[in-house]
């Protein structure tokens, strides 16, 4: 066997490993329901869902509180079902979070409580085309 031959199948063995690891990482996108029969089951991975804040009737968002050591703070959020659910996250609000359209919480539950280690924020001034109505403008 030629040394080209070695090396080829090294990087291809290598490539697997690699692409075997990330999947393996890889987390799903679930609603609350789903995350809190997971956490039940057992399932101590990180999980995402995806949602909105809550928001009043002139469309304000409500539910934030802050936490006692003044850095973290929690909120309510609604999954895609309508589920609404406490949110805590221990590190400082993200610029933006209450303009946000859409939020992603990485995370899993503690209890009856949905623990976020990440949260990603879609607002939608970022994804707006030029020269295109802004909403309640």
């Known amino acids: 066997m030629k040394k080209s031959h070695i090396i080829i199948i090294v990087i291809i063995a290598a490539a697997i490993g690699i692409i075997m690891t990330t999947a393996g990482d890889a987390s799903t996108y679930v609603t609350f329901t789903d995350a809190y029969k997971m956490a039940s089951q057992g399932n101590d991975e ?12 002139s469309g304000e968002v409500i539910g934030i509180l802050e936490g006692a050591d003044k850095v973290s ?5 609604i999954d895609e079902n309508g589920k609404e659910q406490i949110v805590q996250y221990k590190e400082p609000m993200p610029a933006d979070f209450t303009k946000s359209e859409k939020v992603v919480v990485i995370g ?19 994804y707006q085309e030029e020269g295109a109505p802004v909403r309640g403008a």
């Open 73 to 77: 703070f929690s909120f309510l959020m």
């Open 108 to 126: 899993k539950y503690a209890g009856e409580i949905f623990t976020a280690e990440k949260i990603l924020l879609k607002c939608p001034s970022k």
């Open 46 to 57: 990180s999980i995402h869902v995806v949602g909105e804040l809550k928001k009043n009737a």
